[in-house]
């Protein structure tokens, strides 16, 4: 789950956030009049969403197989079950 959500918000949001404040801004033109440190902090954003697609893509991946590793090694029942799970 941490993968899903924490990728996103933490991440790839945050990324995007600073282009469209920028575009808002009006100071998006990245070709016109851009500082270096307008470049940095683009680039900075750049690698930001890149990350949280990292962490979107292989994180997932590595929950679900280890859900399907944790279901073949028999640590889980069934996958539905009408028994009661309370205490």
Request: include cysteine; hydrophobic fraction near 55%.
């Amino acid at each position: 789950m941490s993968s899903l959500f924490d990728s996103f918000f933490g991440f790839i949001f945050w990324g995007v956030a600073y282009f469209r404040m920028r575009k808002a801004d009006g100071n998006l033109s990245l070709l016109h009049n851009q500082t270096v440190g307008g470049y940095i902090l683009g680039a900075f954003n750049v690698f930001i969403i890149l990350v949280g697609i990292f962490f979107l893509t292989l994180g997932t991946y590595a929950s679900v197989e280890g859900i399907i590793e944790a279901f073949e090694a028999g640590n889980v029942g069934s996958v539905f079950a009408c028994a009661s799970e309370g205490l």
